[in-house]
């Protein structure tokens, strides 16, 4: 028995020792919860909000003439979805989708610079998300105006819904901060002058780990997540409203 046992984890791939290490974290995690209820609602949320966000970085490079990412114009989640960073972002609160890979080469605007069509390519994901909030948001208040809330609100659907409107807000807010990886980066580097934006692409490195260490200690606690949290109201206020407008 120890040497089948021997024989069959000497068999794993790193991935799959990655994948089995996460999925028995989250079961634990769930454990912890003691509520199954939570991945129900939160794991298909955060798939859609990974999905747009992906989708339209995809859709705006192809816009602008780059065919690289064309397979990726979809909202099928399993063209977009990173297993490893789906799980990480149920877990910890931050996580990635499968990077759409750009040619900046293949860009047909030459009016435009080309760092230019890259920020409005990085934009676009947040963008994306925003107006998927929106359009759920939409959909929560058409269920809220014809009366069926009280039929509906236990309803799996509609935690769905309700939770990734509360994802999506949160997604493209925090992708717009201006450090890598995150897209606010590169909407940055399009924005600042000459001599900024070569320091910040000959350092980008470092402020990738100012990034790690800002999400690890408490500065992200005590800073930037007040911050998010107070535009994340505004923006789910003002999305309610624009909501009710469109009804209107």
Not at 83 to 102: R, T
Not at 213 to 227: F, L, Q, R, Y
Request: aromatic letters at 10%; one cysteine or more.
């Amino acid at each position: 028995m120890k040497e089948k046992v021997m024989e069959f984890l000497k068999g794993l791939t790193a991935k799959q020792i990655i994948i089995g290490i996460a999925l028995a974290a989250v079961i634990i995690y769930i454990m912890r919860l003691n509520s199954f209820n939570y991945i129900l609602y939160t794991l298909p949320a955060l798939m859609i909000a990974i999905t747009v966000h992906e989708f339209g970085h995809a859709f705006i490079a192809r816009k602008y003439g780059d065919d690289t990412a064309k397979d990726r114009i979809t909202l099928n989640p399993f063209k977009h979805i990173d297993w490893i960073g789906l799980l990480s972002l149920f877990i910890c609160g931050i996580g990635w989708g499968k990077p759409v890979e750009i040619d900046p080469n293949n860009f047909k605007k030459k009016n435009i610079p080309i760092d230019r069509i890259e920020a409005i390519v990085a934009l676009a994901g947040p963008v994306a998300n925003l107006i998927t909030a929106v359009l759920l948001m939409v959909l929560i208040r058409v269920f809220l105006s014809i009366g069926i809330i009280g039929l509906l609100k236990n309803y799996v659907l509609f935690e769905i819904l309700k939770i990734a409107v509360l994802i999506n807000i949160g997604m493209g807010v925090f992708n717009l901060i201006p450090l890598p990886p995150l897209d606010g980066s590169k909407i940055l580097v399009a924005l600042l002058p000459e001599k900024a934006r070569a320091w910040y692409t000959n350092n980008e490195r470092l402020l990738y780990i100012v990034f790690i260490i800002i999400w690890v200690t408490p500065i992200a606690t005590m800073i930037i997540s007040p911050i998010i949290g107070g535009i994340n109201k505004f923006l789910l206020s003002l999305i309610y409203t624009i909501a009710g407008k469109i009804l209107i």
